[in-house]
Nanobody, 122 residues
């Protein structure tokens, strides 16, 4: 069972930045992703990245503002969030994709972290 631990959440004003980190307990060669869930809403995909780190994937709502990256020797994936908006407020969780083809959706993920809360004030 792979453990994932997120960090870096907090309270920030609109227009500000945060950097989230997620470290896995062991090496993974599969895709890793960030999801978020706002109060009263379903969990949604934010960004994903394959092991090689090329061609990351983003939801349209964060393109141009968020950047996903990974450091494989450190078993860590990052999410740099710039130009934050109040609507970005949510619990952010990282996940490791299931083997056998990438589906950037919650049911395409095998392991999950517990999440870190991001709150953006207006």
């Amino acid at each position: 069972q792979v453990q994932l631990v997120e960090s870096g959440g907090g309270l920030v004003e609109a227009g500000g930045s945060l950097r989230l980190s997620c470290t896995a307990s062991e090496r993974t060669y599969y895709g890793m992703a960030w999801f978020r869930q706002a109060p009263g809403k379903e969990r949604e995909f934010v960004a994903g990245i394959l092991w090689r780190g090329t061609n990351p994937y983003y939801d349209d709502s964060v393109k141009g503002r968020f950047t996903i990256s990974r450091d494989n020797p450190k078993n860590t994936v990052y999410l740099q969030m710039n130009s934050l908006k109040p609507e970005d407020t949510a619990a952010y969780s990282c996940a490791i994709a299931r083997p056998g083809g990438i589906r950037w959706s919650p049911d395409g993920m095998e392991y999950w972290g517990k999440g870190t809360l991001v709150t953006v004030s207006a």
